[in-house]
């Protein structure tokens, strides 16, 4: 491809690419994904998150956060052993983070005490929060109305969401929206929901190795696959695949501060 994308979500260094990961990197940017942005999950991912930034150094980037559904009894020490984290290299978002009533209510107390902590990280260290919503929008709304400000900016990752709530997200002035595979998906319904987005709200993802896009939907997520998610944002934006895929970097640039 003549133009480049930027995968926003993908957890590359999770045990399904164990045995091709650096392979499937290089098609990733073979394809003309030259940047995939790595959330953090929990402690244990930690570690091969890092090796894989290393090993990537201009094309894979991490973020520091803990999930939401890996916020256990002792999620406090937790979140404090990855703040100082912050200290010892680059992170380009907090996250991520959020709120997830699908998997588990009985923890809907500290997660929210969790989200609140980590978006207290991002406004002190100026970075953009990745926010995880499931089940959740009207709790992290409650949660936004609090604590929003001109400080916070960030991104709802894997929007699958009503018209109304995407204006409700954009109304909080900081935060883009991202869309993934499930873009692809007719039964969805979101590419309607698309349609009255703005493109300079929008940013792309695969959560791979999660959501996999059609064609390949039921099959392993990658990063390269984003381009599918591009194709079918602009058939609906009824736009030229380039210009798509121009306006989403940039709006990723933007937000992750990256180097254009």
């Given at each position: 491809?003549?133009?480049?994308?930027?995968?926003?979500?993908?957890?590359?260094?999770?045990?399904?690419?164990?045995?091709?990961?650096?392979?499937?990197?290089?098609?990733?940017?073979?394809?003309?994904?030259?940047?995939?942005?790595?959330?953090?999950?929990?402690?244990?991912?930690?570690?091969?998150?890092?090796?894989?930034?290393?090993?990537?150094?201009?094309?894979?980037?991490?973020?520091?956060?803990?999930?939401?559904?890996?916020?256990?009894?002792?999620?406090?020490?937790?979140?404090?052993?990855?703040?100082?984290?912050?200290?010892?290299?680059?992170?380009?978002?907090v996250g991520e983070?959020?709120?997830?009533?699908?998997?588990?209510?009985?923890?809907?107390?500290?997660?929210?005490?969790?989200?609140?902590?980590?978006?207290?990280?991002?406004?002190?260290?100026?970075?953009?929060?990745?926010?995880?919503?499931?089940?959740?929008?009207?709790?992290?709304?409650?949660?936004?109305?609090?604590?929003?400000?001109?400080?916070?900016?960030?991104?709802?990752?894997?929007?699958?969401?009503?018209l109304e709530q995407?204006?409700?997200?954009?109304?909080?002035?900081?935060?883009?929206?991202?869309?993934?595979?499930?873009?692809?998906y007719e039964k969805?319904?979101?590419?309607?929901?698309?349609?009255?987005?703005?493109?300079?709200?929008?940013?792309?993802?695969?959560?791979?190795?999660?959501?996999?896009?059609?064609?390949?939907?039921?099959?392993?997520?990658?990063?390269?696959?984003?381009?599918?998610?591009?194709?079918?944002?602009?058939?609906?934006?009824?736009?030229?695949?380039?210009?798509?895929?121009?306006?989403?970097?940039?709006?990723?640039?933007?937000?992750?501060?990256?180097?254009?």
């Amino acid at each position: 491809m003549n133009f480049e994308l930027i995968d926003t979500h993908t957890h590359l260094y999770l045990e399904a690419f164990d045995e091709d990961r650096h392979i499937m990197v290089g098609r990733a940017i073979e394809a003309g994904v030259k940047r995939m942005l790595l959330p953090n999950i929990d402690k244990e991912s930690i570690v091969g998150m890092h090796a894989l930034c290393d090993a990537f150094p201009e094309n894979c980037f991490p973020m520091m956060g803990l999930h939401p559904c890996d916020v256990k009894e002792d999620f406090l020490s937790v979140l404090k052993e990855m703040e100082l984290l912050f200290a010892q290299r680059k992170y380009v978002a907090v996250g991520e983070t959020g709120i997830d009533l699908y998997w588990d209510k009985s923890t809907l107390h500290n997660q929210i005490t969790s989200f609140e902590i980590q978006i207290e990280w991002a406004k002190r260290m100026n970075l953009p929060i990745v926010i995880h919503a499931r089940d959740s929008f009207n709790e992290i709304f409650e949660v936004l109305d609090r604590l929003n400000d001109d400080k916070l900016r960030g991104v709802f990752h894997c929007f699958t969401g009503s018209l109304e709530q995407a204006h409700k997200i954009m109304e909080y002035g900081g935060f883009l929206i991202g869309l993934g595979g499930v873009l692809t998906y007719e039964k969805s319904g979101l590419a309607q929901v698309v349609k009255d987005i703005p493109m300079e709200s929008i940013i792309l993802e695969t959560d791979s190795p999660f959501l996999t896009p059609k064609p390949y939907r039921g099959k392993r997520n990658e990063s390269a696959y984003v381009k599918f998610v591009a194709e079918k944002l602009a058939e609906v934006k009824e736009m030229p695949l380039h210009d798509a895929a121009a306006i989403t970097t940039a709006n990723a640039v933007a937000l992750f501060r990256l180097h254009a």
